[in-house]
């Protein structure tokens, strides 16, 4: 009777482990699908699995609520915004992607002032324009 009490220990080790072995393996897994990588990331791995985010769906919104109160060319007030940083259309939204990305996006953003937009936010203009301008 004694033998089996001793070996339960011995046995249950390894179904313990294996969840545990397991977890950062998972966890890994998740965080890139849920994030779509890092922005530094190559895109072309992953834009296959982001949402489509377009300057119809979602940049023209962003960029007029978020943006054009400095940076339209006809703002009364651009608060000292480049003269040359305008995104009126979408062509001068996208002869500006790398400005955008590097101020707007990323680990330490700086537009809008005030950082007023939302992670989520921040990650869809990513999307946009690394995926789809
Ligand atoms: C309240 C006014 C204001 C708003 C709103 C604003 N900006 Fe700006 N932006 C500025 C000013 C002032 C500068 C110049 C100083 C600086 O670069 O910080 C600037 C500079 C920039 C530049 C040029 C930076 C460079 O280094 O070349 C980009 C690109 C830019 N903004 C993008 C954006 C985007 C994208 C948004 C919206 C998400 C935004 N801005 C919202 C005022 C604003």
Redesign the pocket.
């Known amino acids: 009777m004694r033998a089996p009490l001793f070996a339960a220990p011995l046995l249950a080790a390894p179904l313990l482990a294996a969840p545990l072995l397991a977890a950062p393996l998972l966890c890994a897994a998740l965080l890139a699908g849920c994030t779509g990588g890092a922005p530094a990331e190559d895109s072309a791995s992953t834009c296959a699995e982001e949402p489509v985010v377009t300057w119809d769906n979602f940049g023209d919104a962003?960029?007029t609520g978020?943006?054009?109160?400095?940076?339209a060319s006809t703002s009364p007030d651009?608060?000292?915004?480049?003269v040359g940083?305008i995104?009126d259309t979408h062509a001068d939204a996208t002869a500006?992607k790398d400005?955008?990305l590097?101020?707007?996006t990323g680990e330490a953003?700086?537009?809008?002032?005030?950082l007023?937009?939302g992670d989520t936010?921040r990650e869809l203009?990513r999307v946009w324009l690394t995926c789809y301008e």
Do not use: E, K, N, Y
Request: glycine share 6%; charged share 10%.
């Open positions: 962003l960029l978020h943006c054009q109160s400095c940076h651009r608060a000292g915004a480049p940083v995104f500006q400005a955008i590097r101020v707007a953003p700086t537009m809008p002032p005030g007023s937009i936010d203009l």
